[in-house]
């Protein structure tokens, strides 16, 4: 059974960075596509960024230019950078791997934003 484990999240001022890693316990490059998900408190989890093992990638339009989303298949690991954060983007984040027919979650990691 594949497993993601996410980490890196934590409290961060608005205006700072964050990594969040997405560590498989397989190989990624199985997965065709590797995406972040968040969920705030109170709202339905949003698609953030998607990466696909072409290495193209996708952004929510609330993220665009802010975080970047990357993959190192010899690491077997999916990043989300994030700076300049902003307070709208507390939330648990989530990674999702892709399979035919079949989708992996992590557990999900906390950011908060807050000064």
């Known amino acids: 059974q594949e497993q993601l484990v996410e980490s890196g999240g934590g409290l961060v001022q608005p205006g700072g960075s964050l990594r969040l890693s997405c560590a498989a316990s397989?190989?990624?490059?199985?997965?065709?596509?590797m995406s972040w998900y968040r969920q705030a408190p109170g709202k339905q989890r949003e698609l953030v960024a998607t990466i696909f093992e072409s290495g193209s990638t996708s952004y929510a339009d609330s993220v665009q230019g802010r975080f970047t989303i990357s993959r190192d298949n010899a690491k077997n690991t999916m990043y989300l950078q994030m700076s300049s954060l902003k307070p709208e983007d507390t939330a648990v984040y989530y990674c999702?791997?892709?399979?035919?027919?079949?989708?992996?979650w992590g557990q999900g990691t906390q950011v908060t934003v807050s000064s």
């Open positions: 999702k791997g892709q399979r035919v027919g079949t989708n992996y």
């Open positions: 397989g190989s990624i490059r199985s997965f065709y596509a």
